[in-house]
Structure formats: C-alpha cells, structure tokens
C-alpha cells in the first residue's frame, strides 16, 4: 500500500506537515476529511530509483554526515519546499544528490516519518542536529512556516562554525609557535649543543662566560630529560582528565575568561554565540526558558553555560532576564545593559540582533590583534634561541682561533 506525504491544516488553523498510507490518494484526501483536516496538498511517496549512484572511486564520499553537509542539505530542502514539494520528497531528492556516506541518516529521517513521527522527532535522534536546529524546526512545523527556519537553521550553523573557526584560528598559530619552539630548543640542547662541546674540548681552549652557560643548560637538560619527559606526559593526560571531568572544567572555563588578551577573546566569542542563537530563538517563537535551556547547552564554556542555567532558573521564577546574567556570567556589559533596555521596551530579539553584529565586529578585531601581538612575540622568542646558540658558538670559535672576544 502506497504512502503519500500531505500538508494539512486542522481546525484550529494549524498547518501540519504528515504522511498516510492507503490504497489511493483520493481514498487519503477522504480519510484526512474524516480526521477534520482541510488538504492543501498530498503526493505519493514514490520509490527510489534503480539508478541512484551507490558507488564512488572517492573515498571522502563515504564519509559520515557532517555539519557543513546538514547546512547544504537544510538550505536544499528549504528551496523545495518554497517550491511546493513535499518534506519526504524533498527528503528523498536530498537523500539521492548526498554523499554515500550521508544516505543512511537522511533514509532514516525519512522512514521515521513516514512511520507517523515528526520532522521534530526523525532529527532528534541523531545527534548532528543541534539542540537549536531541532527547536528551530519545532517552531517551523507548528507555524506551517518550516521552510523559513530552516533556512535560518543553516544559516545559525554556518555562522556558528565561522565563529569556532575564528576563536580556533586565533589559538592555533600561538599554539604551533610555541610547539615549534620547544622542538627546537629540544634539537638544539640535545643534538647541536653536545657536539659543539667535543668540539671545544678538543681545542683545549678555556670556554667563554656565554658559551660555558649553554653547556650548562645542556647537561642539565639532558640529565633531566627522562624526569621531564615524564612529567609532561604526566601534565598533557591530567590536564585532559579534568578537563572532562565537570567540576573541574567549570573551574577551568571560568579561569580562561579572566586571562589576559585570551581572556577577551573568549568573552567575546561566548557572547556573540548567545546573542545571535539567543536572538533567532526568540525571533522564531520559542519561549525565553525554552531558548535558555537550548542556549545552555550550545555554550562550550561551562561556566557561561551555568550562568545561562541560573539565569533560567530565576526567570522562571519571576526575574528578569538581565538581572542574574549582571552576576558575573563572563558576557560583554555592554550586551547585559541592552538586554535591560530591551526587556523593558519588548524589542529583546532587535536588541539581541544588533549586539550580534555589533561583538561580531570586535571579535574580528581582537582575533587580529592578538595574531598582530603574538607572531611579532613569537619570532623574536625563537630568533632569540637560535641567536644564542650561534653567539655562544661564535664567541668560543673566536676564542679557540686566539682572538679576545669584545
């Protein structure tokens, strides 16, 4: 017995988007009448086609979905659904035109909706779908205006990955930087600096002040190398233990908003991410302790993340929303003080909006600054390593050839 996807609209108004199974489409349209429902659309659920590819020579193809994967297909869907197909074809164009390794979580979606479940639900149960996303598409699907949120739920996963990219990007050549420079002195104390001692041994010649200093550092370096060593795979696997561990992590996330330029960075980035979800939460028709509750649990900062949460807590309680995020919740104050104006004039979701473009703006800024500060910083801490190995070098080839070294 065929299936065939409708969108109906019941007595109270509300549009819903749903798929029945019966012998004919005429006999579908007469069972929903039956139902109380007025069908404003319906089309079969047709069968796969024999020549779907089902094979690629490339093995990225085979992939698992990703989330830039969920932004194309959501945009995808969007555009057909303003075009008047219905979700489960639109599901199954979607499904055709993914990569190989993309199908099974799209044929699943479908077929949990074909058993009777939601959009809604079919998206839950796999978690690539933000908890955003699938609130977002709640709201559409009560609203009958489903393909409007979902063009704004790729465009919250595509801003939302542009802000991880900038906050990593800004971290990362400090991070490769200050790696690179370890590994060189590493090198250096352990290859360079040994052989430059025999060397000087063999001339017999009395070592300058300098060069004596980084013979020094050597020997110690490389009687301690064990010990060292230890403890840093000791340090590297204690710190990703209480990283992972809540408590800790809360205490770590909280240390991390308070450091020095970092620091900013961070604050920055936590605060663009609740102002632009916070926003299009509201903007879309979820209720402030729904859109709270999803906002807890997009912030990777466990702290802002508890603030979020005691801030639910007490606007369920009667507050407002700017009075518990004041109490230290790491966000810009210029943001706390325009979520007061904007709960007092009704225009939250606007005021939301502007402070998204508006810390955007400032985080790009910082994000420069901060590589602008550290590239400069980090070349001299390396060129300062490599400079005095060879002085140290130079002054004893000097000293050994008889000249007196100034």
Not at 81 to 100: N, V, Y
Not at 194 to 200: A, F, G, H
Not at 296 to 302: D, P, R, V, Y
Not at 344 to 369: C, K, P, V
């Amino acid at each position: 017995m065929p299936f065939f996807s409708y969108t109906a609209r019941d007595r109270a108004g509300q549009q819903a988007v749903d798929s029945i199974e019966s012998n004919s489409q005429d006999a579908a349209v007469m069972a929903l009448r039956q139902q109380g429902l007025l069908v404003l659309q319906i089309s079969e659920v047709k069968a796969a086609k024999s020549d779907e590819s089902t094979f690629s020579l490339n093995p990225l193809d085979y992939r698992s979905i990703r989330l830039f994967d969920v932004e194309h297909a959501f945009h995808q869907i969007a555009v057909m659904l303003r075009s008047g197909i219905s979700l489960l074809d639109a599901l199954e164009m979607t499904r055709k035109h993914a990569r190989l390794g993309t199908r099974v979580v799209w044929k699943r979606i479908e077929e949990r909706i074909q058993q009777g479940g939601t959009f809604t639900d079919a998206l839950s149960e796999h978690p690539i779908f933000t908890n955003l996303t699938i609130q977002l598409v709640r709201v559409g699907e009560q609203t009958g205006h489903l393909h409007i949120v979902m063009d704004q739920a790729a465009d919250e996963m595509i801003s939302s990955r542009k802000l991880k990219k900038k906050v990593v990007g800004a971290l990362k050549y400090p991070a490769f930087t200050l790696l690179f420079a370890i590994g060189l002195v590493v090198f250096m104390l352990t290859s360079i600096v040994p052989e430059i001692k025999k060397l000087l041994k063999i001339m017999g010649k009395p070592m300058p002040p300098i060069t004596q200093a980084l013979i020094d550092i050597s020997d110690w370096f490389q009687a301690n190398v064990v010990f060292m060593s230890v403890f840093a795979v000791v340090f590297t696997v204690s710190f990703i233990v209480f990283y992972n561990w809540k408590p800790s992590r809360w205490w770590m996330d909280r240390i991390a908003l308070k450091i020095p330029v970092f620091g900013h960075v961070f604050r920055l980035g936590g605060t663009v991410l609740f102002c632009r979800a916070m926003g299009l939460l509201l903007r879309s028709g979820v209720l402030i302790d729904q859109a709270l509750k999803t906002m807890e649990q997009l912030h990777g900062n466990k702290y802002m993340a508890s603030r979020v949460a005691y801030a639910r807590k007490k606007v369920l309680e009667g507050s407002s929303l700017a009075e518990p995020l004041e109490k230290k919740s790491g966000y810009m104050e210029l943001v706390l003080m325009m979520i007061k104006v904007g709960e007092n004039s009704g225009t939250l979701d606007e005021m939301l909006e502007e402070m998204t473009t508006y810390h955007d703006e400032l985080l790009q800024q910082a994000i420069d600054r901060l590589t602008g500060m550290i590239a400069p910083a980090m070349t001299v801490l390396v060129g300062g390593i490599v400079g005095f190995v060879y002085a140290a070098f130079l002054v004893a080839m000097f000293s050994a050839a008889g000249g007196s070294p100034s």
